[in-house]
T-cell receptor, first 109, second 114 residues
Framework: DAKTTQPNSMESNEEEPVHLPCNHSTISGTDYIHWYRQLPSQGPEYVIHGLTSNVNNRMASLAIAEDRKSSTLILHRATLRDAAVYYCIRTQGAQKLVFGQGTRLTINP | KAGVTQTPRYLIKTRGQQVTLSCSPISGHRSVSWYQQTPGQGLQFLFEYFSETQRNKGNFPGRFSGRQFSNSRSEMNVSTLELGDSALYLC?????????????FGAGTRLSVL
């Protein structure tokens, strides 16, 4: 399976940027990096995905290292609503999403 | 557009029984994937169906099966229930294949096996 490594938990303050790291050292050229998050009592929710270059959307930014062995999800201004478990997922071509344990993000008011 | 709908939301069964869970994908989506979520194992992939064909299967025993209908609705069946099958079962749909397109998840069916 396509494994990624993330810290178990992180903490940040409201209205500050948050950088969530992910290691995927065995990534191959066609693997995408996806980020999903799961709020309490809900199903996972798509955040962002990318292949090689950095990506931005209304929710977050994704910075992918030049060697693609790591990436960082950036929440520019965290709110209490961003408290969730964040999953970094690597897909091999059109294969299934393999979820790891994720990073539990706590946002302090 | 309506989101992914899973029914029922909650279910209580006893060991040895069987159960069928239902998932209605977003209109126009052709891929439906199923996941099992438990506190110990996290989110684990069960299988993916695309245009009525199973494309991918996770590492689960044959007691777990699924199917997809021509309208893309999907059902998941678990036979001979065990206590360890207690979990949140999540369904996700995407317009294309699961690994390429955004997956939209339902709220899940929480199954308790007594």
């Amino acid at each position: 399976d396509a494994k990624t490594t993330q810290p178990n938990s992180m903490e940040s303050n409201e209205e500050e940027p948050v950088h969530l790291p992910c290691n995927h050292s065995t990534i191959s050229g066609t693997d995408y990096i996806h980020w999903y998050r799961q709020l309490p009592s809900q199903g996972p929710e798509y955040v962002i995905h990318g292949l090689t270059s950095n990506v931005n959307n209304r929710m977050a930014s994704l910075a992918i290292a030049e060697d693609r062995k790591s990436s960082t999800l950036i929440l520019h201004r965290a709110t209490l609503r961003d408290a969730a478990v964040y999953y970094c997922i690597r897909t091999q071509g059109a294969q299934k999403l393999v979820f790891g344990q994720g990073t539990r993000l706590t946002i302090n008011p | 557009k309506a989101g992914v709908t899973q029914t029922p939301r909650y279910l209580i069964k006893t060991r040895g029984q069987q159960v069928t869970l239902s998932c209605s994908p977003i209109s126009g989506h052709r891929s439906v994937s199923w996941y099992q979520q438990t506190p110990g194992q996290g989110l684990q992939f069960l299988f993916e169906y695309f245009s009525e064909t199973q494309r991918n299967k996770g590492n689960f025993p044959g007691r777990f099966s699924g199917r997809q209908f021509s309208n893309s609705r999907s059902e998941m069946n678990v036979s001979t229930l065990e206590l360890g099958d207690s979990a949140l079962y999540l369904c996700a749909s995407s317009s294309g294949l699961a690994g390429r397109d955004i997956q939209y998840f339902g709220a899940g069916t929480r199954l308790s096996v007594l």
